[in-house]
């Protein structure tokens, strides 16, 4: 664990009412949810570090209007019925020559699923390619799996 962390874990409880539960200081709690707020973070990790129930931190992010989960914002961009992400392919060479009469268009497929997964084909025949989407879309993906 960071020193930073060590030092949110000892300044987040302030102290325990009477039933218990524990007593939070304001700051403290706005700081972890700005570290859970982060990208690539995960909440329930930090929770675990910090010594706080993965989802009292949930009940915090909703509570600074952040819907419970960090990475909403992500799946807002890109909607859930949305197999794909536009990925910018640089330019390359299109045709490739198997043999003097036998000319065949290739092109490198890529693709980003919405839970993270990178998908790169090189070489795919043109003819292929359409078929190649086609089993893409059929992927059952969500971006919930990105955790």
Request: glycine share 8%.
């Amino acid at each position: 664990m960071t020193d930073d962390l060590e030092d949110l874990k000892r300044r987040l409880v302030v102290g325990h009412k009477s039933d218990g539960r524990s007593v939070y200081d304001e700051a403290a709690k706005s700081q972890l949810v700005a570290l859970c707020l982060q990208p690539g973070a995960s909440v329930s990790r930090l929770a675990r570090e910090c010594g706080v129930n993965a989802n009292q931190v949930g009940r915090w992010l909703r509570e600074h209007g952040h819907g419970g989960r960090a990475r909403k914002a992500v799946a807002s961009v890109v909607p859930a019925s949305a197999a794909f992400v536009a990925v910018p392919v640089p330019p390359a060479s299109p045709i490739a020559v198997r043999s003097c009469d036998d000319i065949v268009a290739v092109m490198d497929v890529q693709a980003r699923l919405p839970n993270g997964v990178a998908i790169d084909l090189r070489g795919v025949q043109l003819r292929h390619v359409g078929e190649v989407i086609e089993a893409l879309g059929r992927l059952r993906c969500s971006a919930s799996t990105k955790d």
